[in-house]
């Protein structure tokens, strides 16, 4: 694959940016100034420089970020910083069908939702994901503005209703963590889907986290507003349940 194509390929710019950063000494592999734009290079595995910065080659973006509060999944915020200002400029632009589109965030959490978000740029990989078909499991800790029932534990796993759907949605599970917290596994996502089920229990969120999707859990060691690359493991965990 031609260097200034392997750039663009991760969202360094258009062809002819890419081109530029190759003829003007800006990129660096395998530790030697590359300055020939058509130079070919094997893409797996490849670790590349720009600017002094390393970026590996991925030909699908794959992303874990914690959420921090206070953020948007949306590429026009109305409100809040957007969470894509948290990624390197590369990640936002790298192209999809030969328009730039960058990753996208899988599903929406609220602006006060914290945690775990996946980001990709690979459709097939986004509805998988997403597809109330697949049934993935999604954890929520739920922080209540009210002492946590047997009751309203009951009636989140037997199913409330909410007021745009007569048929009743419960829990793929539910647990008390404290006297004012739960663990709530959904397997679909409808809007404000977690606040509403509470209030419908007789309870309210006051702090919403979400900790796992399938049997992937937000690492331990990744702050909020910090992203890393999926490995090849992350992905299967991903695709089981809990």
């Known amino acids: 694959m031609r260097a200034d194509d392997i750039l663009f ?7 002819r940016i890419c081109a530029g950063l190759v003829e003007q000494g800006h990129v660096r592999i ?17 670790v590349f ?10 030909d699908k973006a794959y992303l874990v970020l914690n959420k921090p509060a206070g953020t948007e999944c949306s590429q026009k915020p109305s409100t809040y910083p957007s969470v894509y200002t948290l990624l390197p400029g590369p990640l936002r632009q790298r192209p999809n069908k030969g328009a730039v ?3 996208q965030a899988i599903g929406r959490l609220d602006a006060d939702t914290t945690g775990l978000l996946l980001l990709s740029d690979d459709g097939v990989f986004i509805h998988r994901m997403t597809s109330p078909k697949r049934h993935v499991p999604k954890v929520y800790e739920v922080g209540t503005k009210h002492p946590v ?6 009636k989140l ?11 009743p949605v419960r829990a793929a599970a539910c647990e008390a963590t404290g006297d004012q917290s739960l663990r709530l596994t959904l397997l679909e996502g409808k809007y404000h ?3 509403r089920m509470v209030a419908a229990a007789g309870n309210r969120v006051e702090t919403l986290h979400r900790s796992r999707i399938g049997a992937f859990e937000l690492p331990a060691d990744l702050a909020p507003g910090q992203w890393r690359w ?5 992905l299967l965990l991903l695709s089981r349940a809990p």
């Open 9 to 15: 390929s991760q969202g360094f710019g258009t062809r």
């Open 101 to 103: 589109q960058g990753v």
């Open 30 to 46: 395998g530790g030697r100034v590359v300055e020939d734009p058509a130079q070919e290079f094997e893409p797996q595995g490849l």
């Open 230 to 234: 999926l490995r090849p493991d992350d």
């Open 149 to 154: 029932t047997p009751a309203q534990v009951t």
């Open 157 to 167: 796993q037997a199913g409330v209703v909410l007021d745009d759907d007569p048929k």
């Open 49 to 58: 420089d720009v600017d002094g910065v390393a970026w590996e080659f991925h």
């Open 193 to 195: 889907q977690v606040k």
